[in-house]
Nanobody, 125 residues
Framework: VQLQASGGGLVQAGGSLRLSCAASGGTFSASHVGWFRQAPGKEREFVATISWNIDRTYYANSVKGRFTISRDNRKNTVYLQMNSLKPEDTADYYC???????????????????WGQGTQVTVSS
């Protein structure tokens, strides 16, 4: 599976952005997909994940209630709608995927086999 993240940019605090993760090849529809982010000088951290069958989504506490992850398996695309953005959301955002026989997607980056390149999100105060 090849992943291509897009949609990043510069936005003022309180604004919104929608990130997209487009997949090609492989078995995307059978893959759990997650978003992670890495701010300058910090470790990469989990943001959100969605199961292959769209039944389950999980969010980091820091984004819960502000971000929404969704997917359209017909378009091989996963989205991350980010509302009420804060300066601390500034980071490079990465999408990642892995094929699993289970229904519960993992928040651990070590579970993810395929990674896209990052898309930069900058939130100004």
């Amino acid at each position: 599976v090849q992943l291509q993240a897009s949609g990043g940019g510069l936005v003022q605090a309180g604004g919104s952005l929608r990130l997209s993760c487009a997949a090609s090849g492989g078995t995307f529809s059978a893959s759990h997909v997650g978003w992670f982010r890495q701010a300058p000088g910090k470790e990469r951290e989990f943001v959100a994940t969605i199961s292959w069958n769209i039944d389950r989504t999980y969010y980091a506490n820091s984004v819960k209630g502000r971000f929404t992850i969704s997917r359209d398996n017909r378009k091989n695309t996963v989205y991350l709608q980010m509302n009420s953005l804060k300066p601390e959301d500034t980071a490079d955002y990465y999408c990642a995927a892995y094929v699993s026989g289970g229904d519960y997607p993992s928040p651990s980056e070590y579970a993810y086999t395929y990674w896209g390149q990052g898309t930069q999100v900058t939130v100004s105060s």
